[in-house]
């Protein structure tokens, strides 16, 4: 009896695990599909199967925004952004899991304080900081800010803190390692797991960035792909066609990032650490 209760329990999950992905699966194919049919065909059916009209959309983007210096400039904001980011954060969290000093909870709670102020209440004094040190339609000043991530020190704390015993920084003291080779050696690769799920979510984040670029850029050829997608929208408000393909193209290396660092988080996991 526990054996069939047990058996239609599974039976049960797996089948809202399924209908849970395909709800999640249908969206995206649907945009996809979209992207190769006509404005007039998107309009009259919903469709299942792949049309004929891909390089009629793509030409139809081409002939007004450059996509792909979109992309490059999304690649050259995003990429340094999660660099400096997962360096610093980690550095930070590190100091706050495993060192002790004057202040140090006051301090902590002070950065997560800043978690919740929203971005674009700031963003007034920003735009008028950056104008007076005349760094206006620059990408620094949308990559440097990322180095002070609130919500991934705050992460990647609570994993050292249970994940990374006392032990094994004093035995690697005791060998003679300094701070920097404790670090780079030991803390940084261990904590890779947190680091690759909290890149994930920076990634995201700075790619469909919106806001910020459009405030600050006012170059087109530096405009990154939330940009340019948004123009798509603005120039061809019924081409639904264009709007789909422009969307599928920008959404391409977030799906790229999410599966490879799934499977960095996988195999972070199987390494594991001593744990006290």
Not at 17 to 28: D, Y
Not at 67 to 88: D, E, H, K, R, Y
Not at 92 to 106: D, P, S, V
């Amino acid at each position: 009896m526990m054996y069939r209760q047990s058996r239609a329990e599974k039976i049960v999950l797996y089948a809202f695990l399924i209908v849970m992905a395909l709800i999640s699966i249908v969206p995206f194919y649907m945009m996809v599909i979209n992207s190769t049919h006509t404005n007039v065909e998107i309009s009259q059916r919903v469709w299942l199967r792949p049309g004929s009209a891909l390089l009629d959309n793509y030409r139809i983007i081409q002939s007004k925004v450059n996509i792909w210096q979109g992309f490059v400039a999304s690649t050259i904001i995003t990429l340094p952004s999660v660099i400096l980011s997962a360096f610093f954060s980690t550095l930070t969290a590190y100091g706050f899991a495993k060192f002790n000093f004057r202040g140090k909870e006051l301090l902590f709670w002070i950065i997560l304080g800043t978690m919740m102020v929203p971005q674009q209440l700031g963003l007034i004094g920003y735009y008028d900081l950056l104008s007076k040190i005349r760094l206006i339609d620059s990408f620094l000043p949308l990559i440097l800010p990322t180095a002070a991530n609130a919500a991934m020190v705050f992460f990647i704390r609570a994993y050292i803190e249970s994940s990374i015993s006392d032990s094994l920084i004093e035995a690697a003291i005791i060998d003679g390692g300094g701070e920097w080779y404790i670090f780079r050696r030991i803390i940084f690769p261990l904590a890779m797991p947190s680091i690759a799920t909290m890149s994930i979510f920076t990634f995201i984040n700075k790619w469909n960035d919106l806001l910020t670029p459009l405030v600050l850029l006012n170059s087109a050829k530096k405009f990154p792909m939330p940009v340019v997608v948004s123009n798509i929208r603005g120039l061809y408000e019924t081409n639904f066609g264009a709007i789909y393909l422009g969307v599928t193209i920008s959404i391409i290396p977030i799906l790229i990032v999410l599966i490879t660092f799934s499977r960095s988080i996988i195999k972070g996991l199987t390494i594991g650490a001593v744990k006290g």
